[in-house]
């Protein structure tokens, strides 16, 4: 019995697809999907999809947090496979004449009292610009200081901040012409 994912990683919000074989290449066959999330301690029945032509199934799945999956075939276990979850993170300008902008990172649960890096990115590199510690909502409003012409910046939240079971995380690029 085989098992894939189509992407090791994903956004929070976001799906991955889950896919795989079993060994008598028929249709019609029961496969149960199993997931054991970031701190739990053995796996749980997800719910159970059915085979089509060669036996091949298909799971559509939406992980809030990185867990790992196992399939399971008559007597028959997948290894396990275990997508990594990223938290999702905007940015946003509030107000353009003081510099003022807005972060906010979604997930599962809170990232109160943790920190985004606020960085410029440009044709010779990355800069950081400020360090963000964001309040109980996991948002803060903060301020930076523009260059003339074009700023393109983004928020980053290293994996230092995101453990236990989300990685680093990061904005869209977000372009301001001052």
């Known amino acids: 019995m085989t098992i894939s994912l189509s992407r090791p990683n994903v956004v929070y919000g976001g799906t991955v697809t889950l896919s795989g074989k079993v060994s008598d290449n028929k249709a019609s066959q029961t496969v149960d999907v199993l997931a054991e999330p970031s701190g739990a301690t053995s796996f749980s029945a997800l719910g159970s999809v059915s085979t089509t032509s060669g036996g091949h199934w298909t799971d559509v799945l939406k992980p809030t947090i990185e867990t790992s999956y196992q ?12 997508v990594k979850v990223r938290p999702l993170i905007t940015l946003a300008l509030v107000n353009l004449s003081t510099g003022s902008f807005s972060t906010k990172v979604t997930a599962a649960r809170s990232f109160a009292d943790k920190f985004v890096l606020v960085q410029r990115l440009s044709s010779t590199g990355v800069a950081t610009l400020k360090k963000v510690t964001l309040n109980a909502a996991s948002s803060a409003t903060f301020r930076v200081r523009l260059h003339h ?4 910046l983004r928020a980053v939240m290293p994996t230092s901040q995101t453990e236990p079971g989300y990685i680093t995380g990061m904005s869209r690029v977000l372009t301001v012409s001052r």
């Open 71 to 82: 399939a399971t075939w008559k007597s028959a276990t997948s290894p396990n496979v275990t």
């Open 149 to 152: 012409g074009r700023n393109r």
